[in-house]
């Protein structure tokens, strides 16, 4: 049993067949939350809305055919009144769920082609950045990375990081994306940042579900949860009577409720 901030994928049903093993889907969904893109609100306060492929091209030093990075400076990117001052990028690790899905889903653009990141493997590699995009990124590490990205991102100018929504604090804020890879960008409106209201209908680019995992027997092993992990799994998966039982638990760690508890 296990929580994940990502869906299971074939390498974790591989693994865990190799066990006898069988991750139960459809996954069982505990809460929702956002991957805020963060800057730093003394440095930035103009810039409130990014396109899809800066943040791709920010996070990756991407260079054009030239050799010259396209996205090393604030004046490089469009919105911001920065200035001629580099970018300083704080990521998660590459274990981390978020940064699995960050990458899955951020696109650069150079030249007019449209570039993806590399995924972060299975079992994945906490040093996905190092090795992929070395000397590029300031890579935070462990439990406790979300929070001290937001620390990193509110006390430094410069700074622009992605995590979880925990992470918005006074000095930072969430800018609105929009995916120019697949639409015009043209309207503010194409715009979105994170709420509750975008997240629970999935219109911010980088809204996700958080889930609560189990698995069962594989290839006719029998094995069942233990009882304990039984009745807290059921306590937070009941379709029927789960929703109070995880209220406060998402409260208290500033997700926002599944869609099945989500009242508008």
């Known amino acids: 049993m296990n929580p994940g901030s990502r869906p299971v994928n074939d390498g974790d049903q591989t693994c865990a067949h190799s066990h006898d093993l069988d991750f139960v889907v459809p996954q069982c969904e505990i809460a929702r939350d956002g991957i805020a893109v963060m800057v730093n609100t003394a440095g930035n306060t103009d810039l409130q809305k990014i396109n899809l492929t800066d943040v791709g091209n920010i996070f990756s030093c991407a260079r054009n055919a030239g050799g010259t990075m396209i996205a090393q400076f604030w004046d490089q990117i469009p919105g911001s009144t920065n200035g001629h001052h580099l970018i300083n990028k704080y990521t998660r690790d590459g274990v981390s769920g978020t940064t699995d899905v960050f990458t899955g889903r951020t696109h650069g653009s150079v030249d007019g082609v449209v ?150």
């Open 115 to 264: 570039t993806n990141f590399p995924g972060v493997g299975s079992p994945p590699n906490v040093f996905y950045w190092r090795d992929n995009f070395p000397g590029c990124v300031n890579t935070v590490y462990g439990d406790g990375a979300t929070q001290t990205i937001g620390y990193l991102v509110a006390n430094d100018p410069d700074a622009i990081g992605y995590a979880g929504l925990p992470a918005i604090q006074d000095g930072n804020y969430a800018l609105r994306v929009c995916d120019n890879v697949n639409l015009a960008c043209s309207q503010d409106t194409d715009f979105v940042g994170p709420s509750i209201g975008t997240i629970e209908d999935g219109s911010y680019y980088y809204a996700r579900p958080l889930f609560f995992g189990r698995v069962q027997g594989f290839n006719g092993v029998d094995y069942t949860l233990p009882d304990d992990q039984a009745t807290l799994y059921n306590s937070a998966c009941d379709p029927d009577a789960s929703c109070d039982f995880l209220a406060p638990i998402v409260d208290r760690n500033n997700f926002f409720p599944a869609a099945r508890c989500y009242n508008p």
